[in-house]
């Protein structure tokens, strides 16, 4: 959309502030005005705008929309913290993921967060219908106290009066974590982001992908469709090259389209039978087989959690500051995205144990580079069994 993103601080007449995140579309000479333009224009207005309604403590906040001669600008809240993109490399590198309480937690608060969004109203009681359309690893983090954030709704659909309305079917956000749906060009709802949430979780449990399955091979795929889906993905596939998608969104299409309950159960191999189960209806192919809201699977993830036994923000900061600790020596040249920080690995006591440390984060979110280990982290089994996990996909750092 020829969007820039920048982080920058506040000014203030007391002086330098807080971080923000600006989201900016510089202004093309009059000449180079066209219509790709105006429409990412009218896009950044129709996030300033739908984000009124989304005043919720999970949700990242917009905080308004700046013009300046050099082009527009939408001023967003810095969440500090460190991404489930982040994350997933340093549980690589330390051999070992995180605990089932730990997924079950993030899970249930990012869907506390959609559910927030989906049943949202505009003012005169109408539903919004907002789908965010872009839940992925990099858009939930993790902040320096446990919380739990969901960071964009910059590609959300919604009813919003006056909305922008998509020119061609196509995903709108990353495109290994959309639903199927979605990849096919259908129309999407709510159950696309439970869906989106699903993959997320499950590749941070097991470092698996069900769009990169490592028990088929991609010349397989074909073989295990119907003639209908066959024509149905070869339709999406031909969609793609149209609207200009990544050269890997034919892949996961066809992935998308061949998958099947088997497959589910070969990429949570590992896991306990409770969130096996869990990752089994979110991820049906079919939305009217899923959790039926977002609200649905928060109390769901919520009860399994407890099973467990008492698990908060405070515990969830404590296993990402023992994973930081445990992965030191194991990151092979990895630097932590320049807008990520704000947590720190514990003090090691002299008995070997860990104490939590409680520094405050940084204005402006430190960067961290650990240094080398023995082992490159390709080589680091990491799942639950043996093999090495998918490779991590170069995100958008917003």
């Not at 149209?242 to 309950?261: G, H, K, N, Q």
């Not at 090495?388 to 996909?393: I, N, V």
Request: proline share 7%; glycine share 8%.
């Amino acid at each position: 959309m020829g969007e820039r993103i920048l982080l920058a601080r506040t000014r203030t007449p007391k002086g330098l502030g807080d971080c923000v995140v600006l989201k900016c579309l510089p202004v093309p000479k009059a000449t180079d005005v066209t219509e790709k333009y105006l429409r990412a224009r009218a896009r950044l207005e129709e996030e300033v705008r739908l984000a009124q309604y989304l005043r919720h403590p999970r949700i990242a906040r917009v905080h308004g929309l700046h013009e300046i001669p050099q082009g527009l600008c939408v001023a967003m809240e810095h969440v500090e913290g460190l991404s489930l993109n982040t994350l997933l490399a340093v549980a690589q590198a330390r051999g070992r993921y995180f605990s089932e309480a730990f997924i079950l937690y993030v899970g249930a608060e990012v869907a506390a967060a959609l559910a927030y969004a989906h049943e949202r109203t505009d003012d005169a009681g109408f539903p919004l219908g907002i789908v965010n359309r872009d839940v992925n690893p990099a858009r939930i983090r993790v902040g320096p106290h446990g919380e739990v954030r969901l960071t964009d709704f910059g590609v959300a659909l919604s009813r919003l009066s006056g909305r922008l309305a998509t020119s061609l079917p196509r995903p709108q956000g990353e495109v290994l974590y959309s639903a199927p749906e979605m990849l096919l060009g259908e129309v999407v709802d709510a159950r696309a982001d439970v869906f989106s949430l699903g993959l997320t979780l499950l590749e941070f449990a097991t470092g698996r992908h069900l769009y990169d399955p490592g028990h088929v091979r991609i010349e397989e795929v074909e073989s295990r469709m119907s003639k209908p889906e066959r024509e149905r993905a070869f339709s999406a596939s031909i969609a793609s090259v149209v609207t200009e998608l990544p050269e890997f969104a034919e892949d996961a299409i066809w992935c998308a389209m061949a998958f099947r309950s088997d497959d589910v159960e070969q990429a949570a191999r590992g896991l306990s039978i409770p969130l096996r189960d869990i990752l089994h209806t979110m991820l049906r192919r079919s939305p009217a087989e899923r959790f039926g809201t977002a609200a649905e699977l928060e109390v769901i993830l919520r009860a399994q959690l407890a099973r467990l036994g008492p698990y908060a923000r405070e515990d969830a900061l404590g296993e990402v500051q023992r994973a930081l600790a445990d992965a030191s020596e194991g990151l092979w040249d990895f630097e932590v995205p320049s807008d990520e920080g704000g947590i720190t690995p514990p003090v090691t006591t002299e008995r070997g144990g860990y104490e939590p440390t409680t520094e405050a984060p940084s204005p402006r979110g430190s960067a961290r580079h650990a240094s080398a280990g023995a082992l490159h982290p390709d080589d680091v089994p990491t799942e639950p069994g043996a093999g090495p996990r998918r490779a991590l996909t170069k995100q958008p750092t917003v």
